[in-house]
Nanobody, 125 residues
Framework: QIQLVESGGGLVQAGDSLRLSCAAS????????MGWFRQAPGKEREFVAA????????YYADSVKGRFTISRDMAQNTVYLQMNSLKLEDTAVYYC??????????????????WGQGTQVTVSS
C-alpha cells in the first residue's frame, strides 16, 4: 500500500504561481511512476503531468506544457508540481497518483491504483 498526501493548493490570481507537493508513504522502497491529475466541477478527471520512477522521464498535457513542471525528491519520497502563469481554466482539484510495478500509460487514470485526497487550486481574474 502507498499513501499519498497532497498540499500546496490555494486561491491565486491569474498569472501567479503555486507549487503542489505530494508526499508518499508506505511501500515506497521502489520509486514508482507518479502523476498529477485534475478535475474541475462537472468535468472528467484529466491528466496533467507524470514522472518516471527515476525522474528522468517527464510527460505533460498540452494544456500545461511550458507552464507546469513536475519533479521528484527521491530522498523525501515527494513529487512536486510547479505551476506558473496560472490561468482561470487551471481551476480544479488536483490529485496526486502513483503506479505500482509495471509502468502503464502515463495519462490514463486507470494506470494508477493509488490516489491522494486532492488539493483545491482556484485561479481568479
Amino acid at each position: 500500500q502507498i499513501q499519498l498526501v497532497e498540499s500546496g493548493g490555494g486561491l491565486v490570481q491569474a498569472g501567479d504561481s503555486l507549487r503542489l507537493s505530494c508526499a508518499a508513504s508506505g511501500r515506497t522502497r521502489s520509486p514508482y511512476f507518479m502523476g498529477w491529475f485534475r478535475q474541475a466541477p462537472g468535468k472528467e478527471r484529466e491528466f496533467v503531468a507524470a514522472i518516471s520512477g527515476t525522474g528522468a522521464g517527464t510527460y505533460y498535457a498540452d494544456s500545461v506544457k511550458g507552464r507546469f513542471t513536475i519533479s521528484r525528491d527521491m530522498a523525501q519520497n515527494t513529487v512536486y508540481l510547479q505551476m506558473n502563469s496560472l490561468k482561470l481554466e487551471d481551476t480544479a482539484v488536483y490529485y496526486c497518483a502513483s503506479q505500482s510495478g509495471v509502468v502503464r500509460a502515463a495519462s490514463v487514470p486507470q494506470s494508477y491504483p493509488y490516489w491522494g485526497q486532492g488539493t483545491q487550486v482556484t485561479v481568479s481574474s
